[in-house]
């Protein structure tokens, strides 16, 4: 069975098509959906996402907000930055970057149906509880009026379904990793989907021996041929949410491509692209609501 | 290798003596612990559940003030009744039957420091998020002010603990059954102490062969016998949660129990008791912070 790269590029087209069609439908009516960021300092990680995120909105004709805070920030300047843009109407979603000083007194401030990046308390309750949606494609339970789920999990979810692995019931998924941002919230999600779950993490044991019973394998560690040809069993799925810097200074997953080109296991080279175009989808849903 | 019956006395026991030494405590500075207990009709489960509670309070020395709606209440006054036990500062935590109608929005009403069973958003984001404690023991980091784990979750980690299975960095738990109730927050709890975690349901292809490799089995499903010889080791530990009527009435969990002793495989008879005895832990937690 021959190997194929999950590329992330078809699955931003589809996802850009439909959102940039929602963006027009909007602005005929007179709204122009508008995403806020909010960063505190300069963390190479959060300009680099921002970037990309600028990148994003400009093709699909999102606006973007900047709202640029001093690593020195007080906490009520920073809770008003918060509750300004919860007011702002010409503001539909706000992206807040993490880590950042006095983090749950923000999202705890933060409006949940401006949370476009799942992060409020409400949001990880109905992600937790089986409800919430994406915008588009998902299917796991009726969507709120008032959340969205965090874009790294939905955006493997979408790969998952753009590429014909979305009917999960019955099979096995297994994490590596089982942090916050990734394993634990789109664990969720596939319970949801009907899929068997596991989550391996530093701790466990016989981490390849588990992979290797997988039909698909999340890894979101940032080691670089972390899964390797004992992970895998031919004909596996490989979402690769991993980023560490390789040997030559360039971004790589965890995975080890020589050895899933060779087993015959397809696997995606980046996710990060389709996270941003999942933003965008997420800030056009939250203009949609209003 | 030996069947051990993990029974709930010595652990309800172990717990008692504790909250019994809190409520002493609090008695002579004055504060009586007081837990509300809100249902709406008459369903037997609430009903029976009740009971066990009420006669747990009495055994530690908790008071008990019961509010009792009927089933077609509307939902202001069912609102409106539990803004009353918010305010209400002689009530220090309140349990809430569930289902109920207007769930979503009863707890969204209810004081999460008043949440002594992880009901409310803030304490399920507090769960997902890796915080939150029992009172207890547990020591899945810090214990925050407003919070407190849902108590049948809770009390399988007291079994867990009190039988000498809580050191779980590496140990693999299998959970049959992946309820919102009891299966999602108490692989969280175990993800936050490093056990390998898998979630097997109703969809799962080979449950036996999965739970075969468990080092600890958690099972909530509801169906006699369903944990057979198939599913066992010598050496594992089941922490049974379920519940069903057995052929000649009585209630039974889901071990195969003759396969239990047979394989040696030790079981929680029933887990029922300790979930009382830390229902009341909570109300005193909650008490003492006030």
Redo the contacts between chains.
């Keep these: 069975m021959a190997a194929t790269k999950l590329a992330a590029k078809a699955v931003v087209e589809g996802l850009n098509e439909k959102t940039i069609a929602a963006v027009e439908a909007l602005k005929s009516t007179g709204v122009t959906p508008t995403l806020a960021i909010l960063r505190v300092g300069e963390r190479a990680d959060d300009l680099s996402y921002e970037k990309g995120a600028l990148n994003r909105a400009n093709t699909v004709g999102v606006a973007v907000k900047q709202v640029i805070l001093p690593l020195d920030v007080d906490k009520d300047e920073l809770l008003n930055a918060v509750k300004s843009l919860n007011i702002d109407n010409t503001v539909h979603g706000v992206l807040i970057f993490r880590p950042l000083p006095f983090e749950a007194e923000v999202f705890n401030t933060l409006d949940p149906k401006k949370d476009i990046d799942g992060a409020?308390?409400?949001s990880?309750?109905l992600?937790?509880?089986?409800f919430g949606g994406t915008v588009f494609g998902g299917g796991e339970g009726p969507k709120p009026d008032n959340s969205a789920y965090p874009c790294t999990p939905a955006a493997c979810m979408a790969i998952l379904d753009h590429y014909g692995y979305g009917e999960l019931?019955?099979k096995?998924v297994v994490f590596v990793g089982?942090g916050?941002r990734v394993g634990?919230p789109l664990?969720?999600l596939l319970?949801n989907r009907?899929?068997?779950?596991?989550?391996?993490?530093e701790?466990?044991?016989n981490t390849p021996e588990?992979c290797a019973t997988a039909d698909v394998i999340v890894t979101a560690v940032g080691k670089a041929k972390l899964i390797g040809e004992k992970h895998m069993k031919p004909g596996q799925a490989i979402i690769d949410a991993g980023l560490s810097e390789g040997s030559d200074g360039k971004m790589v997953g965890d995975t080890d491509v020589d050895a899933a080109e060779k087993v015959g296991v397809s696997y995606t080279p980046s996710v990060g692209p389709v996270t941003t175009a999942i933003l965008m989808a997420h800030v056009v849903n939250a203009a949609s609501r209003l």
Excluded: E, P, Q, W
């Excluded at 009907?194 to 993490?201: D, K, S």
């Design positions: 409020t308390d409400a990880t309750a992600l937790f509880n089986g019931k019955g096995h089982s916050l634990r664990g969720m319970l009907g899929a068997t779950v596991t989550y391996c993490h701790f466990t044991a588990i």
